[in-house]
Nanobody, 118 residues
Framework: QVQLVESGGGLVQPGGSLRLSCAASGIAFNNYAMGWYRQAPGRQRELVATVTSDGRPDYAEPVKGRFSISRDNAKNTVYLQMNSLTPEDTAVYFC????????????WGQGTQVTVSS
C-alpha cells in the first residue's frame, strides 16, 4: 500500500520559515519524481516545486528564490524548505509521487495546512 505522509505544517508569521516533510512508503522511491503542490481556499491546486529522481529541482515562479525542494533517497523522504513566507502562501500543501512514463502511478498525500498570518 502506497502512503505519502506530510508533516511540518502550521501557523507562521509573515517573513517566517517552515520545513515540510513527506515520508513515502510502498513505492520504489528512488525511481519517482516527487513534488509539492498547494491548494488555497477557492482556488485550484497548483504546482509548487518538483524534484526528479536524480535530484534536479524545478520551481513555480511565485516561490523561486524562497522555497527549496530536496530529497533523501535513503530516508524515502522529500522536503520543502519555505522561507520569507507571505499570507499568499497560505494553503494546504500536498506531496506527490509520480513515476515518469507511467501516468497511472501517481500518488498523493493527505495534505498539511500552512497558514501565514500575524
Amino acid at each position: 500500500q502506497v502512503q505519502l505522509v506530510e508533516s511540518g505544517g502550521g501557523l507562521v508569521q509573515p517573513g517566517g520559515s517552515l520545513r515540510l516533510s513527506c515520508a513515502a512508503s510502498g513505492i520504489a522511491f528512488n525511481n519517482y519524481a516527487m513534488g509539492w503542490y498547494r491548494q488555497a481556499p477557492g482556488r485550484q491546486r497548483e504546482l509548487v516545486a518538483t524534484v526528479t529522481s536524480d535530484g534536479r529541482p524545478d520551481y513555480a515562479e511565485p516561490v523561486k528564490g524562497r522555497f527549496s525542494i530536496s530529497r533523501d533517497n535513503a530516508k524515502n523522504t522529500v522536503y520543502l524548505q519555505m522561507n520569507s513566507l507571505t499570507p499568499e502562501d497560505t494553503a494546504v500543501y500536498f506531496c506527490n509521487a509520480k513515476l515518469p512514463g507511467y501516468g497511472y502511478l501517481n500518488y498523493w498525500g493527505q495534505g498539511t495546512q500552512v497558514t501565514v498570518s500575524s
